[in-house]
């Protein structure tokens, strides 16, 4: 005989900073929840990531949750940016404050989720325990959570080691004194590169495109600013929640462009921003990711930059990016380009002599053969959809949400999905989600979908869906809003384009304050362009 799944009113997946707050949000509510983790602990991104080097590119002060005032008053960050130990603490921390473990399983991995029409539930398999059902199924799968190697031949005859910075293991990796080659130069090893050159005998760095990156300045937080922030922490989440990124709020974006400034201020405002460090360069003028004439004004300045620092002009000039800066996620680094002026550190790059295959002994190029003893794979993620296409989620008429998506992701506000009742994606594509502060968007999403159940409940409905039309208008309204930008302009994971095979769309909504009225509005409109049964 088989016995029914346990009906819970919510499940969540994922125990990353969504997938928590969500639990805590859901048990206030008093809800039956359930959130299921692959890992073995919270933490999610943090939990993953563990690379030499690896640390979050927001400031600590504002990459944290702003939804209990006692916590963010007590809790104290060490370093302007934190690094993934220290985030993954505090991960632990609000998991043993709000009692949350009591509330994961750990260690299972969701498989499947199928909606029963007839029982107007989800039905939620994992590879280990008991199928489950839920009212309410929430995706706190991740954006970045996904990883991905590239299928180079001969990579399984490579005798050494081989690791991905997004599934680092968990004990380390002791990489001294061995020659270690990294493919990948996007934010993962641009952090780790300079880090492994420190243990490494000799460092080969594999580069398909360059990156832009921006220095971080990261040093420990000074208790002062520390204070004077909490002294009115409200203040300080308010005014980042007006900008476009959700952080970023103490050194705001120049109202003005940057062919209207003159050549010495223009000069003069990304140097005082490349010397304070980090995101805000890209606030210098209004209309760098708007106008390709305003943009290169900033490229221009940081190929200077680059041609600066690195002492080789060759590998100056393969190390600077060609491509709108901005385009692909910007970078922040502690020491990127000098670890090129390091003589065990060489550059390869690969649009000049790509990887023709990994051999037992290493990596081999159009112009010769690397020896190495490990291969570090910093070739990102499947970004936003890469996820739950992994989970087989089908909704109504046995519809899977990876063919509904096969030509890129259709959803209304990112939350909802039209033919899968009672689905929330938190952060997921058409929300601006990977574009801002993850916390912001994160806690945002997790009060609007806690409001939303809260007003299915009061009113006796058992189902919400995003209806077709809705979506649609909302998919070509994300689509326009991309249009207006440069970001369509290069091979970003924004566009899927690192995914073989991937539909290039754009996936995140550029704007945070604009998008949070409307969802807002959605809310107060009786969840306008959703159906309620
Ligand atoms: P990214 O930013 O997607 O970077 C991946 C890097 O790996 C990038 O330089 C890619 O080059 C490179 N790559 C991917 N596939 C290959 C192959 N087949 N051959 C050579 N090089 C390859 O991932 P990260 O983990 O660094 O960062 C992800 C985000 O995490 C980051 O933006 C922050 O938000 C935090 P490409 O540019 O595609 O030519």
């Known amino acids: 005989m088989t016995e029914s799944p346990r009906p819970f009113d919510m499940v969540i997946v994922g125990a990353g900073f969504a997938g928590m707050y969500m639990l805590h949000r859901a048990r206030g509510m008093g809800l039956d929840a359930l959130v299921i983790e692959a890992g073995t602990g919270v933490g999610g991104t943090w939990f993953w990531n563990r690379y030499p080097g690896a640390r979050c590119d927001v400031e600590s002060m504002e990459y944290s949750y702003s939804f209990d005032d006692d916590l963010q008053q007590e809790w104290e960050w060490s370093e302007r940016y934190a690094g993934q130990p220290e985030i993954l603490r505090y991960a632990e921390h609000v998991a043993d404050r709000f009692d949350l473990r009591s509330g994961i399983r750990f260690d299972t991995r969701v498989t499947a989720a199928h909606w029963d029409e007839g029982a107007g539930r989800w039905t939620v398999r994992a590879d280990a325990g008991d199928a489950v059902s839920a009212q309410h199924l929430v995706m706190a799968t991740g954006c970045l959570s996904a990883a991905m190697t590239p299928a180079i031949p001969g990579a399984e005859r490579f005798a050494g080691d081989t690791f991905h910075t997004g599934r680092w293991p968990h004990e380390g990796v002791d990489l001294t004194g061995r020659r270690v080659g990294v493919i990948g130069t996007g934010s993962s090893g641009i952090q780790s590169i300079p880090v492994i050159a420190e243990e490494a005998s000799e460092l080969v760095v594999f580069q398909r495109t360059p990156a832009y990156t921006v220095p971080a300045r990261n040093g420990p937080l000074d208790p002062a600013e520390a204070e004077a922030i909490k002294a009115d922490y ?35 405002e990304y140097e005082a921003r490349w010397d304070r460090g980090g995101f805000t360069f890209l606030g210098s003028f209004n209309d760098l990711l708007l106008d390709p004439a305003a943009n290169e004004t900033a490229a221009e300045f940081v190929r200077g930059k680059i041609r600066g620092v690195v002492q080789d002009p060759e590998v100056a000039e393969r190390l600077a990016p060609s491509q709108v800066i901005g385009c692909k996620r910007l970078c922040i680094d502690t020491g990127y380009y000098e670890t090129f002026n390091r003589p065990h550190v060489s550059l390869v790059d690969l649009r000049e002599t790509p990887i023709e295959g990994i051999t037992p002994t290493g990596i081999g190029t159009t112009a010769g053969h ?12 499947d970004a936003m959809t890469g996820a739950l296409a992994r989970i087989d989620i089908r909704g109504r008429d046995g519809v899977a949400l990876r063919d509904a998506w096969a030509a890129g992701p259709h959803t209304y506000l990112g939350l909802g999905v039209s033919g899968f009742p009672n689905l929330f994606t938190i952060t997921g594509p058409g929300s601006p989600s990977v574009l801002t502060n993850m916390i912001v968007s994160i806690e945002h999403h997790v009060d609007w979908i806690s409001d939303c159940v809260a007003h299915l409940r009061a009113h006796g409905h058992r189902t919400i869906e995003a209806t077709f039309d809705a979506q649609e208008e909302w998919v070509d309204f994300v689509n326009s809003v991309a249009g207006l930008t440069l970001f369509p302009t290069c091979n970003s994971w924004y566009l899927g384009a690192n995914v073989p095979g991937k539909t290039r769309v754009f996936m995140p909504l550029p704007g945070f304050p604009t998008y949070a009225e409307t969802c807002a509005q959605v809310a107060a409109d009786g969840y306008r362009g959703f159906a309620l049964g």
């Open 234 to 268: 409200g203040k300080l989440r308010a005014a980042d929640r007006l900008m476009p990124t959700a952080f970023g709020s103490r050194v705001p974006r120049r109202d003005e462009g940057a062919l209207q400034a003159d050549d010495d201020d223009r000069l003069a």
């Open 370 to 381: 690397h020896d190495l003893d490990a291969i570090v794979f910093a070739t990102g993620f």
